[in-house]
């Protein structure tokens, strides 16, 4: 039996539908997916220097950590991670396709994502510490988010100056800094 488009009423509405995509999801995620350690900042509580953006005084703070699942990471590994003549290095990138329903338990919201408050959390995945360069959504039903893409930029010894927070991610010296 066909329905009409414009009617509103009926067996299939939007939370029955949004409802049973995030369940499909999360059914995916336990069988198939992965799980990041997701840290936000907090701008509050945080001394943060004003030209060079590294903590100060006590340093960045962050809320966290919370161990957020998702349903695929893509570890792009850097081709070479020493640093090279011009005194730049080049770093690992990290991929995070993840529900939007599993993201807001952790406490991100749609604004979050749009304006891009997400920039200075980050998110620890295979004991390697990444920044969160961008966040996008990447599906939607009637304008309610389903699928969400985080594109993260490893964090190097260097960038970690007064993060005590972060002491358990940095690297020996003489180690590779991307395994």
Not at 91 to 104: G, I, K, M, R, W
Not at 109 to 123: E, I, K, N, P, W
Request: hydrophobic share 35%; charged share 25%.
């Amino acid at each position: 039996m066909f329905s009409r488009l414009d009617w509103k009423r009926g067996r299939w509405n939007v939370n029955a539908e949004t409802s049973a995509i995030h369940r499909g999801l999360r059914g995916w995620q336990r069988t198939a997916g992965d799980s990041i350690v997701y840290w936000r900042f907090d701008f509050a509580g945080s001394q943060v220097d004003d030209v060079y953006d590294e903590g100060a005084g006590g340093g960045k703070a962050y809320y966290g950590p919370m161990t957020v699942p998702v349903l695929h990471v893509d570890h792009r590994e850097a081709p070479n991670a020493q640093p090279r003549d011009s005194g730049l290095y080049v770093v690992d990138q990290l991929y995070v396709t993840a529900s939007f329903d599993q993201l807001e338990r952790a406490g991100l919201s749609y604004l979050d994502l749009q304006h891009g408050s997400v920039q200075r959390d980050r998110v620890a995945y295979d004991n390697a510490l990444y920044d969160v360069t961008h966040a996008d959504v990447r599906g939607q039903v009637r304008r309610r988010d389903v699928i969400v893409s985080l594109v993260c930029t490893q964090v190097m010894n260097d960038e970690l100056v007064n993060d005590p927070v972060f002491a358990d991610y940095l690297r020996g010296v003489g180690q590779n800094p991307a395994g």
